[in-house]
């Protein structure tokens, strides 16, 4: 029949370590108060060994006795240091095992979700959706009507500097025929000649003569 009330918890690692912490607290300090009655009872043999050798004696048999505890406290503090490393260093160790645990699930799952065959079909997808947007963007960008005829654009430039030539020898002919009626009339008349230079002369000699 199971007895009543819960039952115990199992102890965990964390637990075993916080519970030897403690001990060894407490062996500390009565390591320290046995240290203490040590030197104690050593100065009471040293001073009633002369004077009174039954409370010299009594002194060293409690110092023997408070010896032999003391060294009972180190053996104990020295096995609860040993389970303490190797406590920690087992926690230390499930930590590490759990992190790489998970780390190896997160990559396993993460290449499941990187699977190679379904990354070539989505680039596949890609590349199909691109093209078949580029091909619907070429189909509403093409002219229709007027400007959707087949005209090659090499002979409409050819047809287009044939104009421009005609255009320019027209213009150089009607340069080369000016009607004679536009062109100034050429005098009929021989211009005055000249007066000499000794004329000239003649003439200032004259009019000097006359006023004088």
Request: aromatic share 2%; net charge negative; charged share 30%.
């Amino acid at each position: 029949m199971p007895l009543l009330g819960k039952a115990k918890n199992k102890p965990t690692v964390e637990g075993s370590i916080n519970d030897l912490r403690s001990t060894k607290e407490l062996l500390e300090r009565k390591q320290t108060h046995l240290e203490k009655q040590i030197d104690m009872e050593t100065e009471n043999a040293k001073k009633n060994a002369r004077t009174n050798k039954r409370l010299a004696l009594l002194a060293l048999k409690k110092k023997k006795k408070y010896e032999a505890d003391l060294n009972k406290c180190d053996g104990v503090l020295s096995n609860i240091d040993l389970l303490l490393d190797q406590l920690e260093q087992s926690q230390m160790t499930a930590q590490v095992t759990k992190a790489m645990h998970n780390a190896a699930t997160s990559l396993q799952a993460t290449q499941k979700a990187n699977n190679l065959d379904k990354l070539e079909d989505m680039m596949y997808d890609i590349e199909e959706q691109i093209t078949q947007g580029e091909e619907i963007s070429n189909a509403i960008s093409r002219q229709i009507g007027f400007g959707a005829s087949n005209v090659d654009e090499e002979d409409l430039e050819a047809e287009l500097n044939d104009l421009m030539q005609e255009e320019l020898d027209k213009q150089m002919l009607n340069i080369g025929t000016v009607p004679a009626e536009s062109l100034p009339n050429v005098p009929t008349t021989s211009l005055p000649a000249a007066a000499s230079k000794d004329d000239d002369d003649l003439e200032e000699l004259r009019a000097f003569a006359q006023a004088s």
